[in-house]
C-alpha cells in the first residue's frame, strides 16, 4: 500500500487567499482524521471522520477552517480565507476499525505570507 | 492544564546510552497507550503500543505503563544516532472517544555519536 497521500507538499500563498489542503487515506480505513502541528502548540487533532460522517471537529479553531469526506478515499481540509497564523505542517492520519493505530501522511507544509 | 503532558526536552546523549523518555496523564479512562516516532519533515510513525500496565519489549524499545500512577515510559538501550527524532505518547480512551487519540507534544532526542 502506498500509505496515506496528501497533496500537495508544500504550499505557500498569501493572507487572504483560499488553501485546499488534500488527503487520501489507506484503503480499508475507517477513520481519518486531520492535524495541525506547529513548534509552539504541538499536534493538535482538528477533526476526525468516520465512515466519511465528522464525529468530532471541536478542534477546529475558526469558521475559516472546513473539511470534507465526499467518500471512502478522499478527503480536503480547506482554509479560507487564510491568515499568516495558520502556518503550520497540516498532517492527514488514517486507521482501521478501533485498532487506534493511526498511519500519518508526510504532511503539508503550509506558509501564509 | 493538559491531558497528556511530556517534557519537551531537548536531550541529548552519547551513542550507546540508555534513554529514557515519559509522559503523564490526567484520565483515568485511557487504557491504550502508544509511542510515536517523529523524524525530522516528516509524518509520526507508531513505535510500539500497549493495552495494560507493565512492560512491553520489541528490540531496543521497552515501554511501560503504570496506570496507578498514570505515568508511562519509553526507554532506548544502546542508543543509536538513527534513534534521533522526536518522540511523542500518544494515548486513548476506547470506550467513550473511539479512534480519537490524545498526543503529548513530543521530546526531541538527539543521540551523538
Known amino acids: 500500500d502506498a500509505g496515506v497521500i496528501q497533496s500537495p507538499r508544500h504550499e505557500v500563498t498569501e493572507m487572504g487567499q483560499e488553501v485546499t489542503l488534500r488527503c487520501k487515506p489507506i484503503?480499508?480505513?475507517?477513520?481519518l482524521f486531520w492535524y495541525r502541528q506547529t513548534m509552539m502548540r504541538g499536534l493538535e487533532l482538528l477533526i476526525y471522520?468516520?465512515?466519511?460522517?465528522?464525529?468530532?471537529d471541536s478542534g477546529m479553531p475558526e469558521d475559516r477552517f472546513s473539511a470534507k469526506m465526499p467518500n471512502a478515499s478522499f478527503s480536503t481540509l480547506k482554509i479560507q480565507p487564510s491568515e499568516p497564523r495558520d502556518s503550520a505542517v497540516y498532517f492527514c492520519?488514517?486507521?482501521?476499525?478501533?485498532?487506534?493505530?493511526?498511519?500519518f501522511g508526510p504532511g503539508t507544509r503550509l506558509l501564509v505570507l | 492544564q493538559k491531558e497528556v503532558e511530556q517534557d519537551p526536552g531537548p536531550l541529548s546523549v552519547p551513542e550507546g546510552a540508555i534513554v529514557s523518555l515519559n509522559c503523564t496523564y490526567s484520565?483515568?479512562?485511557?487504557?491504550?497507550f502508544m509511542w510515536y516516532r517523529q523524524y525530522s519533515r516528516k509524518g509520526p510513525e507508531l513505535l510500539m503500543y500497549?493495552?495494560?500496565?507493565g512492560n512491553k519489549e520489541d528490540g531496543r524499545f521497552t515501554a511501560q505503563v503504570d496506570k496507578s500512577s498514570k505515568y508511562i515510559s519509553l526507554f532506548i538501550r544502546d542508543s543509536q544516532p538513527s534513534d534521533s527524532a522526536t518522540y511523542l505518547c500518544?494515548?486513548?480512551?476506547?470506550?467513550?472517544?473511539?479512534?480519537?487519540?490524545?498526543f503529548g507534544d513530543g521530546t526531541t532526542l538527539t543521540v551523538k555519536p
Open positions: 492520519a488514517s486507521s482501521k476499525d478501533r485498532e487506534e493505530t493511526q498511519y
Open positions: 484520565n483515568s479512562a485511557f487504557q491504550y
Open positions: 500497549t493495552y495494560s500496565s
Open positions: 484503503s480499508g480505513h475507517d477513520y
Open positions: 471522520f468516520n465512515n466519511n460522517v465528522p464525529i468530532d
Open positions: 500518544a494515548m486513548s480512551d476506547l470506550n467513550t472517544n473511539a479512534g480519537k487519540s490524545t
